[in-house]
């Protein structure tokens, strides 16, 4: 089945910096690529996706970027803001079922 | 207006209890799903469930049953509740079972098991 790997786990950045945080996977049937962003004690929310058929996509500070052939995807967050500080999980579908598998989570602490 | 709708909020009970936690979405998707997020934070999928088809994770003991009345619930039982049970439970949906469809996730239920 499907394995997520997602590093790192925590990331403490300066506001207005970058944070990148990377995913790899492991089934090349996988097709879609969802990232959530959790804040504390609320429900994961989507943020950002992208189609195995992309390489890259960008909304405003956010963008990911997938490699099909090394099976990684990454987050990428510039101009980091304090509000920017949660939880963000990468996911990938189990083959093209569309069960995601999520990775672990990366905590981001965004100081001002 | 809620999309997905998830009571109770906490649920604190003991251990060998049968409990319950109910679903509702009314985004009008054909698929719902149960996630178990544990005390690391980790989501793992339990079960998803569309047009009558339950695919169920491997891993997840059968004292947890997924019980659909119509489309836009889907319903959690747990019985002889254990203390590694204790977790937060979210459903979600999705239009469709099919990838590239975006899942929206409820508010999550708190459950204790002392």
């Known amino acids: 089945g499907e394995n997520v790997e997602q590093h790192p786990s925590t990331l403490s950045v300066q506001e207005g910096d970058s944070a990148v945080i990377k995913c790899t996977y492991s089934d090349s049937a996988s097709n879609y690529f969802p990232w959530y962003k959790q804040e504390l004690g609320k429900r994961p929310q989507l943020i950002i996706d992208i189609r195995s058929n992309v390489g890259e996509k960008k909304d405003q500070r956010i963008a990911v970027t997938l490699n099909k052939t090394a099976k990684h995807f990454s987050l990428h967050i510039t101009e980091t803001q304090p509000e920017d500080s949660a939880v963000y999980f990468c996911a990938a579908t189990e083959g093209s079922q569309g069960n995601l598998i999520f990775g672990k989570g990366t905590k981001l602490s965004v100081k001002p | 207006d809620t999309a997905v709708s998830q009571t109770p909020k906490y649920l604190v009970t003991q251990m060998g209890n049968d409990k319950s936690i109910k679903c509702e979405q009314n985004?009008?998707?054909?698929?719902m799903y149960w996630y178990k997020q544990d005390s690391k934070k980790f989501l793992k999928i339990m079960f998803s469930?569309?047009?009558?088809?339950?695919?169920i994770n491997e891993t997840v003991p059968n004292r947890f049953s997924p019980k659909s009345p119509d489309k836009a619930h889907l319903n959690l039982h747990i019985n002889s509740l254990e203390l590694g049970d204790s977790a937060v439970y979210f459903c979600?949906?999705?239009?469709?079972?099919?990838?590239?469809?975006?899942?929206?996730f409820g508010p999550g239920t708190r459950l204790t098991v002392l």
């Open positions: 985004l009008g998707h054909d698929t």
């Open positions: 469930y569309n047009n009558k088809e339950l695919i």
């Open positions: 979600a949906s999705s239009q469709r079972r099919d990838s590239y469809n975006e899942q929206f």
